[in-house]
């Protein structure tokens, strides 16, 4: 009977230190472990202590890896999905009327959007520094950031000596000011200066401002047929009606020149420009088209020669190819300027001017103040 009390007391022990051992081994942090139970019932204090201290040293093994190999939160979301707007803004001095328009326009930007912006500007070295304080003070003032980069207009300019020097006999007031000429072609080769990853992108005159989100304008990609290259609103002044009066006299039934609410087409204004930027560096097409021979033909079929840089060019686009620009409505470029209304086009001016569409981007060419709202 001592020696059956003996075993009894000694099974006793090792039932309530196997109970211990599954009890440490399923509490820490949730993680459950398999423990085989040994081959032998000859099991000794020895062996369980062993057995708990392998257990803790995987335990704390197991903890550490999980925290060195598992990334932090930050790492592990995808990137912001920024809207990139560009804008150039160069000859500007201290003093000048620009800046308080580049002002406006950033202010305005930043203020509606509820979507991360990357600010691209295109700039020169006396320039870049009354940028840089614009949007410093925007930033400041409206306490909300963006991502800023800048480009020298110089560089971009020596990029795209191709383009600029097939377009300026064509687009350009006075041909052959080299620097004055890119400025007005940059846009024709943004698919190139824009980063790679870039896949659609916006371009805006420093002489508008937002009045809603671009958050908005930018839903305008979904609308672009599969062959659709850019994104332009209709000129609102009767100046395309004036440059191709020869093509518009031998064609006397032509839609081209005619305001767009009697179904014509009065060119296009660049004053806000959508970019596929993926599909331009696709395409093959859009190269032979701003080729030398090309433009040479379009421009002499519809005895075209222009003054107002990238815009002419993609007024002839339209009327050559017009499934790649895709038209946007004219309250994303509501242009102000009444210039051609007072030279011999009073009675038509208005015409061209109607836009029955709820104002989103103000546009102050030809020196129009924008209104304060």
Request: aromatic content about 12%.
């Amino acid at each position: 009977m001592h020696l059956l009390r003996k075993v009894l007391l000694n099974l006793a022990v090792l039932a309530v230190l196997l109970v211990i051992l599954y009890c440490y081994q399923t509490s820490s942090n949730g993680v459950h472990w398999i423990v085989r139970q040994p081959r032998t019932q000859n099991v000794t204090r020895e062996f369980v202590s062993a057995t708990l201290r392998d257990v803790n040293d995987s335990i704390v093994e197991l903890n550490s890896t999980m925290i060195s190999d598992v990334p932090l939160v930050t790492t592990v979301l995808p990137d912001k999905l920024y809207y990139n707007v560009w804008c150039i803004f160069t000859k500007v001095g201290t003093n000048s009327p620009m800046k308080r328009k580049f002002h406006v326009f950033t202010k305005s930007l930043l203020t509606l959007a509820t979507v991360d912006i990357a600010f691209h500007v295109i700039t020169d070295d006396d320039s870049r520094a009354i940028a840089e304080n614009v949007v410093q003070s925007v930033m400041s003032t409206t306490k909300k950031t963006m991502k800023v980069q800048y480009y020298d207009v110089h560089e971009l300019a020596v990029q795209l000596e191709d383009i600029v020097s097939v377009m300026s006999p064509h687009f350009s007031s006075k041909p052959g000011t080299y620097y004055s000429d890119a400025l007005f072609f940059l846009s024709l080769g943004l698919h190139r200066i824009a980063p790679s990853d870039q896949k659609v992108a916006a371009m805006f005159d420093a002489d508008t401002k937002f009045r809603k989100d671009i958050k908005e304008l930018f839903k305008e990609f979904d609308h672009f047929r599969k062959e659709a290259l850019f994104g332009l609103a209709p000129e609102l002044t009767p100046v395309y009606r004036h440059v191709l009066y020869l093509y518009r006299s031998k064609h006397a039934k032509t839609i081209f020149g005619e305001p767009s609410h009697t179904d014509g087409y009065p060119g296009y204004n660049s004053g806000m420009v959508l970019f596929n930027l993926e599909r331009l560096r696709a395409s093959s097409l859009y190269e032979q088209i701003v080729s030398k021979d090309s433009v040479d033909a379009m421009t002499s079929k519809y005895h075209f020669k222009g003054h107002l840089g990238d815009q002419d060019f993609y007024t002839v686009l339209g009327m050559e190819r017009p499934e790649l620009i895709h038209t946007i409505d004219c309250g994303w470029n509501r242009q102000l300027c009444t210039w051609w209304r007072d030279r011999g086009y009073s009675d038509v001016f208005a015409n061209y001017s109607q836009c029955d569409s709820e104002v989103k981007l103000w546009h102050g060419n030809c020196n129009t103040p924008i209104p304060d709202d």
